[in-house]
């Protein structure tokens, strides 16, 4: 039968698996637009029970984001927007699904909505689509203002204001994906005064040298871990061996 030391063991070789994954997931996006980097974690997972009937404190592996902003850098467009606070913007795909992003690659739509990168409408504070026009009426130049409205410097048209949302605890977003973050929470949020600086861009949080120590240090412990293993099968061989002598 299976010891408690083999159990542990293949528990924490299987959690170091599931970091390491993290940390190649975290190395991949380390030049996508506000990715935010993954944790992992080992927690308590209760108790289960012993062929003994004692209670053995197991571990579960978990990922929480790391939600530090990221480096803003300039881009000098119109259309780039980055959030310099804790907020979020609101968006919304074709079926209506809302999401959280801090990704602000936006464009026009053929159909005059302002738009994320990958095509998902930006939300005004009433949480309902921007739309800047179509054709000659689409503007060629906008002005994003702090606060998030956003005009037609030529006109002076007002467009609506960026809904950017501050969220009490982020760290319980769930990422979907593509910079996108759902709140199974439902958490009540407000609109951010101010915190928009248009023509930069936030990149993502991983530091790729932290994140490469992060991976020696995971491959050195998994090594270790399989020589612990091995030498507790061994142990019981010879324990076997003397006793049937």
């Known amino acids: 039968m299976t010891s408690y030391g083999e159990t542990s063991l293949v528990r924490s070789l299987s959690f170091l698996a599931e970091k390491q994954a993290a ?3 975290n190395l991949a996006n380390v ?25 053995l404190t197991a571990i579960s592996y978990t990922e929480r984001p790391d939600m530090a902003r990221g480096t803003i850098r300039e881009t000098s467009n119109d259309f780039d927007v980055a959030l310099d606070n804790d907020a979020w913007m609101r968006v ?9 992003t801090r990704n602000g690659q936006l464009q026009i739509a053929s159909d005059g909505r302002l738009v994320t990168k ?8 009433g949480n ?25 410097p030529i ?16 760290e319980a977003l769930v990422p979907q994906g593509r910079s996108l973050y759902q709140d199974p929470l439902n958490q009540r949020t407000t609109q951010a005064a101010t915190g928009v600086q ?10 790729s040298l932290q994140e490469l120590v992060q991976m020696i240090t995971v491959e050195r412990s998994f090594t270790a871990t399989q020589k612990a ?4 099968g061994r142990l019981q061989e010879n324990l076997i061996s003397n006793i049937l002598r």
């Open 155 to 170: 006109t002076g048209q007002s467009f609506g204001q960026l809904a950017m949302h501050q969220i009490p605890q982020p």
């Open 118 to 125: 990958d095509g998902m409408s930006v939300l005004d504070a």
């Open 23 to 25: 940390i190649a997931n």
């Open 31 to 55: 030049d996508t637009t506000s990715f935010k980097r993954r944790l992992a974690v080992a927690e308590s997972a209760g108790a289960f029970q012993s062929m003994l009937d004692k209670q």
């Open 92 to 100: 919304q795909d074709g079926r209506g699904q809302r999401f959280y």
């Open 198 to 207: 248009q023509g930069f861009l936030e990149g993502s949080n991983v530091d």
């Open 229 to 232: 293993l091995t030498g507790i």
């Open 128 to 152: 309902q689509p921007i739309q800047l026009g179509t054709g000659e009426e689409a503007p060629s130049k906008v002005l994003i203002a702090p606060n998030g409205t956003v005009t037609n």
